[in-house]
């Protein structure tokens, strides 16, 4: 897999690699997530190992392996085109592809130095603005320019795209990165579309060609088709000869990757769904101004109103690949994800629903990590669309399914054994010297997380001390007393190991409901602590600006015991988002990264580990896209987030150690899989993640004085 | 995780299986060498390490007892890991309660071990300790949690019914 990274390297040029290095990422939060979608598009895809080897041919070499897609045989309408309302025959398509193809051939051979520099920078466009971008390449054409433009996010988009997740992440950043990922969903357009000699004729004939096999569409009721406004701008963009701006700060948001591995069927594809997101924008654009579509959405506004800037195409001198890889089709899956959300967020019902039917099929096509996360938001985008909501019990996680998912889970993925042990060793550290210690858990659950640090509270130098343990859970539907049970065996652990232990358990369907009297504190006698997994942003209402919500109350609450220590568990993620496209594509995003990272365990495959951690993981993908109001109980929110709160609520940051740090590295050998984990320490916290994108942070509190 | 100690388990059970009739045969013999005294044999086998332990336990009866013990075990453990923590008697008898040295060395030791190792820092046998501690516990109460999982059958058919 390195060996294919390795190739990569060789076929980008200097300059890119150098310029990678300079560029400062600017991308803004929300696309934090997407350079994750392509890890699982990568692994779960998997990679053609005929289409990297001929990538990493020598340059200017063409591989062209035709598409086993293309069974139509030319005659017939192209089927994933179709499927959104497209009627386009496959032998245009081809026509086209050939055409692109002898444009990077003689990109290759042009030896001008006026275009040289044309061959060797790296060009990124926005998907969702075709007409900025035609209007910027025209303008190319007709006023050379020689600034430097480096836009290397091609070279990491296409290590992103077709090397494995390691090597790609190790080299880029995660913002700039998480740019290439988008620019690779909604581009591919081939390089070489430039040609010193006849290339800005060749370029109208192209553009025309485009817009032409657009218009054939038929099918008016689906607002996917080019609208008249949007073409008129289309149009109008060809006359515009406006001075391209090089000063320009941010970093282009799309990518034109030259397709080693990409399909010209493919970019046909891409091509086309560029412009029906071009469409969608333009349409939207009036209706939804705060509907920053991450994509690039900032960006397209910025164009529609600035001018464009100078922009490069990536070297032609990669070799196309056509090829139906898997890789392609986690694209085009991801691709329809997001147009189905887009979808759902313009409440065009009917247009979303018969775009869920098709991404089923393509996911259950698709398998791998991607197939299931794929499986898994489709099925969360119907209950959305559909209004079939799960039912209360699935929500709220009491059942003893819930409980044998959980423990499922825990046994698989290193992820809550992280945040166990992480708190543990806090709270161990914190208790030093205390001869009586109070642990108040807010989700018991098992217990899981207790014998460990009973254990360490036994063999801690001074003795143990006298431990107290209150257990909050919630109500279980069956009227059983799940937290008693666990109480029992904890106490029969603790008095195995010869140390005192007493227990206490609280139902509770809200913390909020949660009153300091009800726990029974002893100060000065006892140390407390206060120990949150998971738990605190079920307590974020939905309307922040509400003078007592439940998230405020509790850390009061919580304050007020004067604890020696909180810890704070919770997933690295921005969840909870005002706008449900952001929030979509986040979670999208982040758990395919899981899912990565489940697939990288190499458990045997429909083993019930696996499934039931996939499952686990599904009820909360549903929660966060087919859920919302008081429903909506996932509301996951980025550490940087939690630290304003818990600032505010009156606790500082306590450093959590590098015996917690060591603990955490040590932990992650154990777990199949476990070279792409990552523990980081982030100001005194720890998270664990997936190669370069951090999952769960764990804290520790006290309070400020 | 566990899978390190049960392929280890699974290579000493091959060799049981080609062993266990020699180890009839041969179980008088070992009785005339060692007689019935097991202890002889476990001064020997304390200087062995894990392996060889596990290819002797195949023997015979007699033998089996004596790689069982565990004070060969602890012997064992603190070879990997140097440490005075494991002549502490609260350890031992934790460790005794929990299951016993030779599960903890089968299932977490050895395999963090191998870590530490290939880091090249022998600082880190502490940590290797006490995680290897903590793996323990929580494997000792997942055992004994075993018997609430067991009251699951149903809803697992019912799941495995539907990811057919």
Redesign the interface.
């Known amino acids: 897999m390195k060996r294919q990274h390795y190739q990569f390297h060789q076929q980008q040029q200097q300059q890119q690699q150098q310029q990678q290095q300079q560029q400062q990422p600017q991308q803004h939060q929300s696309s934090h997530g997407l350079q994750q979608s392509s890890h699982g598009l990568r692994v779960g895809a998997g990679v053609n190992p005929a289409a990297m080897a001929a990538a990493s041919g020598s340059k200017g070499k063409e591989t062209v392996m035709y598409s086993s897609k293309d069974s139509n045989g030319g005659m017939g309408v192209d089927k994933e085109l179709a499927s959104m309302g497209y009627s386009v025959k496959s032998s245009d398509l081809l026509q086209v592809a050939q055409r692109l193809e002898q444009l990077e051939m003689v990109m290759c051979s042009a030896q001008e130095d006026g275009i040289s520099h044309l061959s060797s920078e790296a060009v990124h466009y926005n998907p969702s603005d075709l007409a900025g971008w035609i209007e910027s390449m025209l303008t190319e054409l007709n006023v050379p320019n020689t600034a430097d433009h480096h836009l290397d996010q091609s070279s990491t988009a296409r290590e992103a795209s077709n090397s494995v997740p390691e090597s790609s992440t190790s080299t880029s950043r995660p913002d700039r990165s998480v740019q290439n990922r988008v620019d690779h969903f909604g581009t591919g357009v081939a390089p070489g579309l430039y040609d010193g000699l006849d290339g800005s004729e060749f370029l109208q004939d192209y553009m025309d060609q485009m817009v032409g096999l657009f218009s054939q569409s038929s099918d008016p009721s689906e607002a996917l088709l080019i609208n008249p406004g949007s073409s008129s701008l289309l149009e109008q963009d060809h006359h515009q000869q406006p001075l391209p701006s090089r000063d320009e700060p941010s970093p282009p948001s799309t990518v034109l990757i030259p397709s080693s591995s990409n399909s010209s069927l493919e970019v046909q594809s891409r091509e086309q769904k560029q412009l029906q997101q071009q469409q969608t924008h333009q349409h939207q654009q009036p209706q939804a101004q705060d509907d920053l579509d991450v994509t690039g959405g900032r960006r397209h506004k910025k164009r529609l109103r600035s001018e464009p800037e100078a922009e490069r195409l990536l070297p032609a001198d990669r070799p196309m690949v056509m090829g139906a890889d898997p890789q392609e089709s986690g694209v085009r899956l991801v691709h329809m994800l997001m147009a189905c959300a887009e979808a759902v967020q313009e409440n065009r019902h009917v247009v979303a629903g018969k775009m869920v039917k098709e991404i089923r099929i393509m996911a259950c096509n698709q398998g791998g990590a991607m197939g299931k996360v794929a499986t898994y938001f489709a099925e969360a985008l119907a209950r959305r669309i559909y209004g079939f909501l799960p039912q209360d019990a699935l929500l709220n996680h009491n059942d ?2 819930s409980e ?1 998912l959980h ?1 499922h889970f825990y046994e698989t993925c290193p992820y809550l054994k992280f945040a166990h ?1 992480t708190a ?1 060793q806090a709270i161990l550290e914190a208790f030093a010297d205390h001869k009586r210690v109070h642990v108040i858990d807010f989700n018991l659950k ?3 997380q207790w ?2 640090l ?3 509270l ?2 801690r130098p001074g003795g143990p001390p006298a431990f107290r343990l209150t257990g909050i859970g919630p109500r279980q539907p069956d009227g059983s007393d799940v937290l008693q ?1 666990v109480g029992m ?2 106490a ?2 603790a008095e ?3 140390v005192e232990f007493s227990f206490r358990g609280y139902v509770a369907s809200n913390l909020s409901n949660l009153k300091p009297w009800m726990l029974d504190i002893k100060p000065g006698v006892e140390a407390v602590a206060v120990n949150s997994i998971l738990q605190l942003h079920r307590l974020i209402d939905e309307d922040p600006s509400q003078p007592s919500s439940s998230i405020d109350q509790v850390l009061d609450m919580v304050r007020s015991l004067n604890p020696k220590i909180v810890t704070v568990v919770e997933q690295e993620a921005d969840h909870n988002r005002p706008i449900f496209l952001d929030r979509f594509t986040e979670a999208l995003h982040y758990y395919s990264t899981i899912f990565d990272s489940l697939e990288a365990c190499r458990l045997p495959p ?1 083993s ?1 580990q696996q ?2 951690s996939e ?1 686990y993981l599904g009820r909360e993908i549903c929660n966060i896209v087919a859920c919302e109001g008081a429903e909506r109980v996932e509301r996951h929110e980025p550490l940087m987030q939690w630290r304003l709160r818990l600032y505010n609520a009156g606790f500082r940051a306590m450093h959590l150690g590098s ?1 917690a740090f ?2 955490a590295s ?2 992650l ?3 199949p899989g476990g070279e792409g984990y990552r523990v980081e320490e982030n100001n005194g916290c720890l998270t664990l993640g997936w190669h370069s994108r951090p999952l769960i942070a764990a804290s520790a509190w006290q309070c400020s004085s | ?1 566990r899978r390190v100690g049960e392929s280890m388990e699974s290579k000493v059970q091959k060799v049981a299986g080609r062993e266990v009739t020699a180890g009839n045969s041969n179980s008088h013999a070992s009785r005339a060498v060692f007689g019935n005294n097991v202890d002889i044999l476990e001064e020997i086998l304390k200087h062995l390490d894990a392996k060889s332990v596990g290819i002797i336990s195949c023997v015979s009866k007699g033998c089996q007892q004596a790689a069982e013990s565990e004070y060969v075990w602890k012997i064992i453990c603190t070879h990997i890991c140097p440490s005075s ?1 494991f002549e ?1 008697e ?2 031992q ?2 460790v005794a ?2 299951g016993g040295f030779k599960r903890l060395y089968m299932n977490f030791l050895h ?2 071990h ?3 190792h290939h880091k090249h820092c022998s600082s ?1 046998n502490e ?2 300790i ?2 290897s ?6 494997d ?3 055992r ?2 075993e018997s ?2 067991t ?2 059958p149903p ?2 058919r019912s ?2 019914a539907l ?1 057919q």
């Open positions: 003893s399914l044998l423990i042990f543990n098992q217990g899981m014998p460990a009973i254990q360490a036994a063999l049970e065996k904890l029969h652990l195995s190991i010869n429909e019930e499934v039931m499952i015996n060591k603990q040590m932990l050998t154990l777990f | 995780m923590v502490t609260r350890l008898s934790l309660t929990m395999p963090l191998s870590y530490s880190l940590d290797v006490r995680l501690l903590s793996l323990f516990s929580v000792y109460y997942e004994r949690l609430f999982r009251r699951m809803i697992l799941i495995q990811l």
